[in-house]
């Protein structure tokens, strides 16, 4: 079955550190790009950043360039999402979603979440 | 990076067609054919149901289809179920290398 985890949320003040994790497992992970999105309270669907298959590239939207990397270890199907200098507005759901090979604009499989919050 | 323009709320009853729209502009909507819907039940991971303007993955109803005119994409639900009650959310590639959500539409039955 294909799958994706993630792990690592949890309750962090302003000006924090997280990282969160995904895991993969039911398909071959290398061949993948991987997004990260997320999903504040009452809110809808944000794009947060993606990383190529390879790991050589990622991009990030404005909102979270400069403070939060993705990596991935192609080796242990995972990818991780760290998160610095974090803000209340970045409180959110965080989920991990794949794309097809070929395709540009097709999340296929998605995480369940994981929650961050960001409170004083 | 502005997010995509969808209506707040779509209703209708069950058996009918309703029709989601999503406004972009030419730098995403309008720029490629790269376009993809999501179903959203609360709590649950999203689901695609459309991807590139009009493909439909396998496995899901031919009851949703897609289509895109100009900088405006549109998600068409047939035969209107209960189950089809969620937030419905388009998504674009953009000129510059990102991506976008639509605002997102909730659609009740």
């Known amino acids: 079955e294909v799958q994706l985890v993630e792990s690592g949320g949890g309750i962090i003040q302003p000006g924090g550190s997280l990282r969160l994790s995904c895991a993969a497992s039911g398909f071959t992970f290398r061949d993948y790009w991987m997004h990260w999105v997320r999903q504040a309270p009452g809110t809808g669907l944000v794009w947060v950043g993606r990383i190529t298959a390879e790991g050589s590239g990622a991009n990030y939207a404005d909102s979270v360039k400069g403070r939060f990397t993705i990596s991935r270890d192609n080796a242990k199907n995972m990818v991780y999402l760290q998160m610095n200098s974090l803000r209340l507005e970045d409180t959110a759901v965080y989920y991990c979603?794949?794309?097809?090979?070929?395709?540009?604009?097709?999340?296929?499989?998605w995480g369940q979440g994981t929650m961050v919050t960001v409170s004083s | 990076q502005s997010a995509l323009t969808q209506p707040a709320s779509v209703s209708g009853s069950p058996g009918q067609s309703i029709s989601l729209s999503c406004t972009g502009t030419s730098s995403d909507v309008g720029g490629y054919n790269y376009v993809s819907w999501y179903q959203h039940h609360p709590g649950k991971a999203p689901k695609l149901l459309i991807y590139e303007a009009t493909n439909r993955p396998s496995g899901v109803s031919d009851r949703f289809s897609g289509s895109k005119s100009g900088n405006t994409a549109s998600l068409t639900i047939t035969g209107l179920q209960a189950e089809d009650e969620a937030d419905y959310y388009c998504y674009s590639f953009t000129s510059g290398h990102t991506y976008v959500f639509g605002t997102g539409t909730k659609v009740t039955v």
């Open positions: 979603a794949k794309i097809p090979v070929g395709v540009v604009s097709a999340l296929d499989v």
